[in-house]
């Protein structure tokens, strides 16, 4: 396992694992779960969440695949010890470590699942996946996808990256563009599953939404570590989250 250095992590405050791991938040990720394992093929042997964060995603797969002996891993110690609170966690192996270099031996999982958390890494994750996965085992992804949408809060936020454009700066952490999220599984591949989702929020005013980006990291994704972000307006506003499906099966 690379060493503490050699890990970036910018989820390393512990208040930041405090603001992500909330019940808005734990709703949110778990309908996101839902829309990933819906059509999602039967699943069986050892599994792996990549970017397992708090264990939202985690909570799901233990309940809808008890038979799988499922293992996280996340870059950030404040979001793993987050997860080994939980109940039924406090046993289950959860390591620290980069996705694009994997503490497990070639072939070793016969699926992945990974949910939210692809923006987040290096390009060489998705060879690093298909390493570790058995010929035949899924990658199950739900990728944030980086498009145009109409909503209030979206637009707001387009109109706050425009006025600031000097100093932003576009990062793979913004989101994957849809044709991309076809090929985080270096072939030859099955692919099963590959479309588009829309979740729709609505929130109580503009700095309640503020908020809600900041505690999923959804500021610092889009605008960087300095995110700084006000949105004028105090009426419900609404929010879309758009994102890929992505079923694909190692060859």
């Known amino acids: 396992m690379p060493n503490d250095a050699e ?23 778990r309908s996101v779960v839902a829309t990933l394992l819906r059509d999602a093929p ?35 110690l404040p979001m793993l010890a987050k997860a080994k609170e939980k109940a039924g966690f406090s046993a289950l192996p959860l390591f620290r470590a980069d996705a694009a270099r994997l503490p ?5 999982f016969d ?14 994750a998705g060879q690093e996946v298909r390493r570790v996965l058995k010929p035949g085992g899924w990658l199950l992804a739900a990728v944030p996808l980086r498009q145009r949408s109409f909503a209030e809060g979206n637009q707001a936020m387009a109109k706050a990256v425009m006025a600031n454009r000097r100093t932003y700066a576009r ?16 072939g030859p591949i099955q692919l099963a599953k590959h479309e588009a989702v829309v979740i729709e929020e609505i929130f109580r005013d503009s700095d309640q939404l503020v908020e809600r980006l900041r505690s999923r990291g959804a500021l610092r994704a ?18 879309e989250w ?10």
């Open 171 to 186: 990062r793979g952490s913004q989101g994957l563009c849809f044709a991309e999220t076809a090929t985080l599984l270096p």
């Open 42 to 76: 039967a699943l069986s042997g050892v599994g792996l969440d990549l970017g397992c964060g708090s264990g939202f995603s985690l909570e799901v797969m233990l309940d809808t695949y008890p038979g799988v002996a499922w293992s996280g891993v996340d870059t950030s």
């Open 242 to 251: 758009p994102f890929v499906v992505l079923h694909a099966r190692r060859g």
């Open 222 to 239: 889009i605008l960087g570590t300095s995110a700084r972000l006000s949105l004028p307006g105090t009426e419900p506003v609404s929010y």
């Open 104 to 108: 497990f031996p070639d072939k070793h």
């Open 7 to 29: 890990i970036t992590d910018p989820w390393s405050q512990p208040d930041q694992a405090e603001r992500y791991d909330e019940a808005t938040n734990r709703i949110f990720y």
């Open 111 to 124: 699926v992945v699942v990974s949910s939210f958390a692809w923006h987040w890494f290096r390009p060489e």
